[in-house]
């Protein structure tokens, strides 16, 4: 994809970074830290504090030592951008009235805002944006601190390109645009080869479209690449599809004008959806014996959900809870439900977060997605809150009394054999780990999702069960990114990150009658 110049400031950092002013590209020799204080000013896209940036870019030296490179990096900057930049004694950032061209913010504007109702052409044309990883090949040498960001953005973005192609495939199906479905299922399937998902919307696509051999090699390929890359077989609805297209039974899956086409619904934080009992929104009424959390969830989204999203021929009965939340009704967030069965059900990721600010429904979500699980996904699920910030000991604790049945009276002595016991425990049992609001123990401001003093050895327990053998799967919660899992996604599989975004209209008129 050619990428096109623009008059003034033009920053293209999907893919190899590209910068020109006025067409004009900023010179070679220009040094890499002046380069990524400039990526980072004008994505973040705020005024920041001159301490916080030196330590991104310096971070291991002292906080003085820091500053004064960050003064003299700055004059080379302004040669080039200083009509963009403004700096006091305290903070550094791109002046707020300055028009700059950023390929990251056009991404984020087209797949996040308006994918039901703009033309489809136009939003192939958003994927195109993304010409690669974030910041491909750029790297700065002594800046761990900046490469963990780096890497932070790589996963968020390249998620917000895989949920808009997920979408905007399924809207295909919807409106029976069958070529232009193949194009971004095509699009989808380069960025992961293994999302299983992809793999079946492009089964249907093909179908759909009178290429029946076509989705059967289809298949093929997918089992291939789940068997190579993580020793798997296809989950039990993509066999289900197979024999559908093999036997000719098509019927059941040629998408329909009324099928579900919300592409970015939104529920709220578990503090806003607090009522144990939720009344009958037609007749006004609560039901004779009210809603248990799990009922609550199974009756509400669950029936719109399990419509659009087969569940392996599972029941609605999910397997025993422990430390479930009280929650309402829930609303929208299928394709969010649907990306989570996928990587914990179908891929057994070994660790998932649930990110989003305050507000976004991180806690319904999760809640709403064991209640979908089944005792044939899942043997148990242990939940717990971390919004009080308990020690890891009592975490543990609760752990291995649940898993074992039996009472703990005391724990070994050291962490590394309560490590070692709790994953012996993880490996007899398929189990969900729950660890809601994990920014209780997470910094936050310039040091945003480092552990909190005290709390270090959490940071451990991501790492054991993140590269340990089991059968288990942990899926967090919070409202900042835990920099350890940046690392782990780098060395173990299974590692993934949802982002919550977005309120369609629809599910937000369902939210506030309920409300």
Not at 175 to 184: D, I, K, R, S, V
Not at 332 to 342: A, I, V
Not at 344 to 362: P, S, Y
Not at 391 to 402: A, F, G, H, K, R
Request: glycine residues 6%; negative net charge.
């Amino acid at each position: 994809m050619t990428t096109p110049r623009q008059r003034g400031l033009c920053l293209f950092l999907l893919g190899p970074p590209d910068v020109t002013i006025d067409g004009v590209p900023l010179p070679r020799q220009l040094m890499r830290k002046a380069c990524a204080l400039l990526y980072y000013l004008a994505v973040t896209g705020e005024v920041q504090s001159r301490e916080a940036v030196a330590d991104l870019l310096w971070p291991q030296m002292t906080t003085g030592q820091a500053l004064k490179n960050l003064r003299t990096t700055l004059p080379e900057l302004r040669k080039y951008v200083g009509d963009y930049l403004t700096a006091t004694r305290q903070t550094i950032g791109i002046k707020s009235q300055s028009a700059y061209h950023l390929d990251v913010n056009q991404l984020h504007a087209g797949f996040t805002n308006g994918v039901p109702e703009r033309p489809i052409e136009e939003l192939l044309a958003t994927a195109q944006i993304y010409r690669g990883e974030f910041l491909q090949g750029f790297y700065v040498r002594n800046a761990s601190t900046f490469d963990e960001w780096v890497h932070y953005q790589r996963v968020q973005l390249q998620a917000i390109v895989i949920k808009g192609l997920s979408s905007l495939a399924e809207r295909c199906l919807v409106e029976h645009l069958y070529e232009l479905g193949l194009e971004a299922t095509a699009q989808l399937l380069e960025l992961e080869p293994w999302l299983e998902s992809g793999h079946r919307q492009q089964m249907q696509l093909l179908v759909a479209s009178g290429q029946r051999g076509a989705a059967l090699k289809q298949y093929e390929t997918c089992c291939k690449i789940l068997a190579t890359e993580f020793g798997l077989e296809p989950a039990a609805e993509t066999v289900s599809l197979y024999q559908q297209i093999r036997s000719g039974d098509l019927a059941s899956f040629v998408p329909q004008e009324e099928r579900q086409t919300t592409i970015h619904p939104l529920a709220i934080d578990v503090d806003d959806l607090y009522m144990p009992q939720p009344q009958n929104i037609e007749s006004g009424q609560t039901p004779e014996n009210g809603y248990s959390a799990v009922e609550a969830l199974a009756t509400s989204a669950l029936d719109d959900y399990t419509t659009s999203a087969p569940r392996n021929n599972a029941t609605s009965v999910p397997p025993p809870w422990f430390g479930a939340p009280e929650i309402g009704h829930f609303y929208g967030r299928h394709e969010e439900l649907s990306m989570l069965r996928e990587w914990l059900v179908n891929q057994r990721a070994r660790a998932v977060a649930i990110l989003g600010m305050g507000g976004q429904g991180k806690t319904a979500l999760a809640a709403s997605f064991a209640c979908s699980l089944s005792d044939e996904d899942f043997d148990l699920i242990i939940w717990r809150s971390l919004v009080n910030a308990p020690p890891l000991s009592e975490i543990m604790e609760t752990w291995v009394e649940v898993l074992s049945g039996e009472p703990v009276v005391t724990l070994p002595p050291s962490l590394d054999q309560q490590f070692d016991l709790l994953i012996e425990h993880l490996h007899q049992r398929r189990c969900l780990l729950v660890l809601d609001n994990m920014e209780s123990i997470l910094r936050s401001g310039d040091r945003a999702g480092y552990y909190r003093e005290d709390y270090t050895d959490y940071e451990q327990l991501l790492t054991q069960i993140a590269q340990r053998a089991h059968h288990s799967t942990l899926l967090l919660t919070s409202r900042e990114y835990p920099q350890r899992l940046t690392q782990l996604a780098r060395t173990s599989s299974g590692i993934h990150a949802l982002y919550l975004d977005g309120l369609s209209s629809q599910s937000g008129q369902k939210l506030l009658a309920a409300y």
